[in-house]
T-cell receptor, first 112, second 113 residues
Framework: KNEVEQSPQNLTAQEGEFITINCSYS?????LHWLQQHPGGGIVSLFM???GKKKHGRLIATINIQEKHSSLHITASHPRDSAVYIC??????????????FGTGTRLTIIP | NAGVTQTPKFQVLKTGQSMTLQCAQD?????MSWYRQDPGMGLRLIHY???????DQGEVPNGYNVSRSTTEDFPLRLLSAAPSQTSVYFC????????????FGPGTRLLVL
């Protein structure tokens, strides 16, 4: 069973700061997802990575397959970025996203 | 498209009662899953389906049943509710093979007394 760990568990920062959230996993994977859970509870998919780096607006996700580690970066953070960020992995041999393994999430609070 | 819809949004049950949590998607997705989210824990997979007529157990299937008679619907049945099933339940869907985006429903908050 893949163990997915995120750090930090909680992060509070000032508006404008550069944010980094980390995710590590124990067993080789075929893909890694970053998700955002809004304060109201809704979950939105941000990225799916199998190698390298992806960028969407102020969000950047990277993955190092050899080190079994991924990071999510937020540039020029804004209070609307306040949410729980969740990492999830798809195990090697699984061809779909129907049985992901999730981390416990990082709660990010951006103070104006 | 409505995306993934779940009903009800909130439910209170007494121990021993049964109920069905509804999940539907209008995106013609093959893959659908049920997760539960508990404080301090990541989402955990209850059951999943890779297409109509095909279901399988996830990490925490005990006390739950599913069926997938159509591509659109994937109901989750609690056979005899227990306080340990108090949780927030999320339904998710995605296209096969692995699509970039995993779509989640808004969640059902269940309280079992």
């Amino acid at each position: 069973k893949n163990e997915v760990e995120q750090s930090p568990q909680n992060l509070t920062a000032q508006e404008g700061e550069f944010i980094t959230i980390n995710c590590s996993y124990s067993v080789g994977i075929s893909a890694l997802h970053w998700l955002q859970q809004h304060p109201g509870g809704g979950i939105v998919s941000l990225f799916m990575l199998s190698s390298g780096k992806k960028k969407h607006g102020r969000l950047i996700a990277t993955i190092n397959i050899q080190e079994k580690h991924s990071s999510l970066h937020i540039t020029a953070s804004h209070p609307r970025d306040s949410a729980v960020y969740i990492c999830a992995v798809r195990n090697t041999g699984d061809f779909g996203n129907e049985k992901l393994t999730f981390g416990t999430g990082t709660r990010l609070t951006i103070i104006p | 498209n409505a995306g993934v819809t779940q009903t009800p949004k909130f439910q209170v049950l007494k121990t021993g009662q049964s109920m069905t949590l509804q999940c539907a998607q209008d995106m013609n997705h093959e893959y659908m899953s049920w997760y539960r989210q508990d404080p301090g824990m990541g989402l955990r997979l209850i059951h999943y389906s890779v297409g109509a007529g095909i279901t399988d157990q996830g990490e925490v299937p005990n006390g739950y049943n599913v069926s997938r008679s159509t591509t659109e619907d994937f109901p989750l049945r609690l056979l005899s509710a227990a306080p340990s099933q108090t949780s927030v339940y999320f339904c998710a869907s995605s296209q096969s093979p692995a699509q970039e985006t995993q779509y989640f429903g808004p969640g059902t908050r269940l309280l079992v007394l």
